[in-house]
């Protein structure tokens, strides 16, 4: 049986992107707001599995042609990376270091190394709970 | 010259072996073995003048200096005399074993492997000065003898009777090990010749009777006495040749070298004394009182060699009486380790040679059992007078060398009623009498032995082979062996200034210096002394009893034979191996439940013990926070949902309060001011409950029955440990805060050092990066586990194909 959605999907167009916002925002934040890349991951998440409500796994993977395993591995490797890109300014493994920069459009910012971090965990979480849920969704 | 690496050389001629066998087929293997023992006895047999004289050698190689271990070789009378006898009969043996073994049918390769293998062990054993490599080397000889006795694995008796002797020898070393480390502890060294010069000292210490007892366990086990004696019968599934080498001249002397090396430390004790003379003489007693049971050749010569090592044992713990006699030197306790010595040597050369005469005649007629045999001596005239000459001297028949000894042995036993230390006094007089009763017997089965075998009517019918003398090159060593028995006993005394002198010193230091001093001259008439009597009264007796024997050997089979020794020793071994399999199956359920209840069991256990041992309960209400409304509210919801998930009967139920827990928890967070936490569980609540929804969709439709959880008391009782425990460690916990938190240096620096706000954040980001670093490794892993739990599973059909 196939049921016409049109309501829920005409919402979840909308809502989707609110989230992602919310999702981004609160990955941003996260250094000096409660926030960060777990919850900004899982946010995430909640995003794209809105998206396989509303639709259905096959179209999913159509409009995000991911592969969740390697993003993954891409997340471990950034966290890993900036973990040990210390080690190259001959300081001990895990040093953050950061400053404050004049950006076009941003004004005076601080950019910190541990956003970078940040930005792995982000990657891995999103990669994992989507592969969980991908991989059991699409089991039979 | 460094003589240490002589130890190794036989088994690095073993390296060769299997290519020699595989290469060389056309030539009997053990004629290039041969070559290995032949040159080890002329270079000891070289050193014979230096020992002689008083003189030692010592050669080391450094193998753990840091730990003081070393090889360390140290030769004087008494390992001199026993690297004699292995090298000596080892290449006797190996000689004969050339016409024993056939080279096309039998695989010599590991024979001889096997063989060098325990010729190195048995050299490193006797030569060592070291404890550890003693240890070492005497373990080499229990693993080489198991292989020897296995060395015809497919039979069933052979592989039990390895298994056998491996299993009492090994108890036995690693017994001794105990007290060798003991005795490095007391002495703080694992010399033997230090240990030997501050043995006076040692003597008080509270160690010293433990090593003694431990040590002694060790010897009794090798050397097959009373009652470790039941794998030496069973060891007879070896080929005759190693029963010949092992089981009668070199390893089961091992235990005999241990007791004769540790005299000097241990004799001052009256233990010692009485178990190793004690425990000698009832084996010797036994022994020979159930030799006369056999019915197998090689078994009635295996009781026999148990008597004899027990008779040798014996005269070494009368050795130690020496010590406790003011002018020892000029009483009768001068003989025993003269004797024993003695004794030794003899029993080598005759055992060895009735060894290889079993050999032949099992080769030769094809049966061992003594009922099938009779009247060979017209066929094999030689080995007839090898078997009489050899048997006659066990007996103690002049004109051979076991007349010799046995008469001094004799001599030492009437002498320790004499002897008024210890309560010998009063127990004394056993001695003599169960030395005498042990020799009556001794000269039945001697007789027993050689006549039944040799004398009597043919019975060629129910021989399996047409029986034949034995071929020139298998009776060379025998025939060698008892052509010594008769020398000896007509040069007793040199044999003593060479050998045995030497080695009396080594057993009894504190009686002598140099092997000058032992004045003691063999000669074979003594005059009409108490042993003379005692002796023409085992004859008399003796041959009067074997005159009768088929009247009254048939007492034996009314021994029950539930109550043997063999029989504990089997039900031990059943009892061990059973009992602790249905041990491990009584707790190993199986079940994940049982498993569960000893954890938690344990847990209350050890943490409320710990806590009532400790007194370490206590509860400190004053920095405690108020209580506010809300927190009520929370906890309510949270108690209700908790006791909604223990007492649902629907599953869907269940999952839904657990849920709820989830939330009232996040909320939690939020009245204590967790904002990140809230968030993170708020959103992992609620995909581990879309989890648990899809797990409970997918249930199997058959067991699909509702029902409540059942209530156990068992459960309930620990799960209300459990908690109560946690509680109460948590209240504890709190009340003595030991040191104050770090938390304030997180506040003061979090924006200076780390340019953050949110302190948790930066916690899990910067300060603590780390521990991020892996929880999100561990998310990767668990989403891969995930992956090839569901994509990579074979289909339920391809998995029974594989099975079929």
Known sequence: ?140 | MSFVFLIFLPILAALFVPLLFKKMRQIHTGWFVLIVPVILFVYYAMLVPTTSEGGQLVSSFQWIPSLDIAIVAYIDGLSLLFSLLITGIGALVVLYSIFYLDKNREQLHNFYVYLMMFMTAMLGVVQSDNLISLYFFWELTSISSFLLIGYWYTRDRSRFGALKSMMITVFGGLMMLGGFVLLGIMGNTYSIRELIAQAPEMASHSFFTWALILILLGAFTKSAQFPFYIWLPDAMEAPTPVSAYLHSATMVKAGLYLVARFTPIFAVSGTWMWLVAGVGLFTMFWGSFFALKQKDLKAILAFSTVSQLGLIMSLLGASAAGYHIGGAADTVFKYAAFAAIFHLINHATFKGSLFMVAGIVDHETGTRDIRKLGGLMGLMPITFTIAMIGSFSMAGLPPFNGFLSKEMFLTAMLSLTEFNLFSMDVWGVLFPVIAWIGSVFTFIYSFFFVFHTFAGKHKPDLLPKKAHEAPIGMLVSPAFLALLVLVIFFIPNQVGDWLIKPAVVAIQPFLYTAPADVNIHVSAWHGLQPEFWMTLGIFLVGGLLFWKLHKWQRAYDRFPDNFTLNRLYDNLMYLSDGGANRFSALYMTGFIRSYLVYMFSFLIIIVLGALVLNDAFSINLNNLAPVGFYEIVILLALIGSTVTILASKSRLTAIIALGAVGYSIALFFVIFRAPDLALTQLVIETISVALFLLAFYHLPQLSLKEERMKFKLGNAIIALGVGVTVTLVALSSHSQKALPSISQFYKETVYSEAGGGNIVNVILVDYRGFDTLFEIAVLGIAGIGIITMIKLRLSKKEGQHENQ
Do not use: C
Not at chain 1, 32 to 37: A, K, L, S
Not at chain 1, 48 to 62: E, G, H
């Open chain 1, 1 to 140: 049986m196939r049921t016409n959605d049109v309501m829920l999907q005409t919402a979840t167009k909308v809502v989707t992107f609110i989230i992602l916002m919310f999702a981004v925002h609160i990955f941003f934040a996260g250094h000096y707001t409660p926030g960060g890349g777990f919850v900004g991951g899982l946010l995430t998440t909640s995003a794209i599995v809105l998206l396989m409500l509303a639709f259905d796994v096959k179209t999913v993977k159509k409009i995000l042609p991911i592969n969740y395993v390697i993003m993954t591995a891409v997340g471990l490797l950034i966290a890993i990376a900036t973990a040990a890109a210390s080690i190259i300014f001959d300081v001990p493994f895990f040093t953050h270091a950061y400053d404050y920069f004049d950006l076009p459009l941003f004004g005076k910012t601080s950019l910190h190394s541990a956003m970078l971090f940040d930005a792995g965990v982000y990657l891995v979480v999103v990669g994992v709970t989507m592969t969980i849920i991908q991989t059991i969704g699409e089991d039979e």
